[in-house]
């Protein structure tokens, strides 16, 4: 399954008001592992920005006069989430901006969510953790995911920090962190695992009999009732 992680950064809160998008961030995963491919682009909002905005994301307008407009990016953005699932923290928030974008286009233009799937991370979050904070900071001090760097929003961090965070709602691996630590376990590096090559080995395949089979069958069904349905295997 081919995901992009996706976050914006705009103008204002209210699309409604004429607000626009400032910046895009995606990160593609393939598989629930990150390929290293992103989407990333700072755009021109043709209108002035509001100080609260400002606030959050440290973008002004004088910042972004040189920037692109999104009609310029348009293309290559709907190319890169080309038929994929999209993951998204208040998805009803970036998707509103996003299609408003889109409608200023020239021609029809189909809205990112109704020709994608579209999965709310928030959403999620309030199922696993009902009444508690479930901003990106409060989910990534309860996973345990480093956002040290996040002293401003910026969407393509936020978008990597959602990566690491949508992964450890949802099966208990890590994204981005991973990564680096495989890395040097294949080199050799500092980590305690080592690779070890098998060309040739005889390996002996061990097939599971009836019973075992159905003992495995009874205890998906135990994690299944014991998580309401909310285990993940694949």
């Known amino acids: 399954m081919r995901q992009i992680v996706l976050d914006t950064e705009t103008t204002g809160l209210e699309v409604a008001h004429g607000h626009r998008i400032i910046e895009i961030g995606c990160v593609e995963l393939v598989a629930r592992r990150p390929t290293g491919r992103h989407f990333h682009r700072y755009l021109n909002p043709e209108r002035e920005i509001d100080e609260g905005a400002t606030a959050v994301h440290g973008m002004t307008l004088e910042k972004l006069r040189r920037e692109p407009v999104f009609a310029t990016i348009a293309a290559e953005f709907l190319a890169f989430i080309d038929g994929a699932e999209l993951i998204i923290h208040n998805a009803a928030f970036d998707v509103g901006f996003l299609n ?135």
């Open 100 to 234: 408003a974008e889109l409608a200023r286009l020239p021609g029809a233009q189909a809205s990112i969510d109704s020709t994608r799937r579209v999965l709310d991370t928030l959403a999620l979050a309030r199922e696993l953790h009902p009444g508690q904070r479930n901003n990106l900071d409060a989910l990534c001090k309860r996973y345990g995911i480093d956002n040290s760097k996040r002293e401003l929003h910026g969407a393509l961090l936020d978008a990597r920090i959602l990566a690491d965070v949508y992964l450890a709602m949802t099966g208990g691996q890590s994204a981005l962190q991973l990564g680096e630590a495989s890395h040097k376990a294949a080199r050799g590096g500092d980590t305690a695992q080592r690779w070890v090559r098998g060309e040739g080995a005889a390996l002996k395949i061990v097939e599971p009999n009836a019973t075992e089979l159905a003992a495995h069958e009874t205890m998906l069904v135990k994690l299944a009732k014991a998580s309401g349905g909310k285990t993940f295997f694949q």
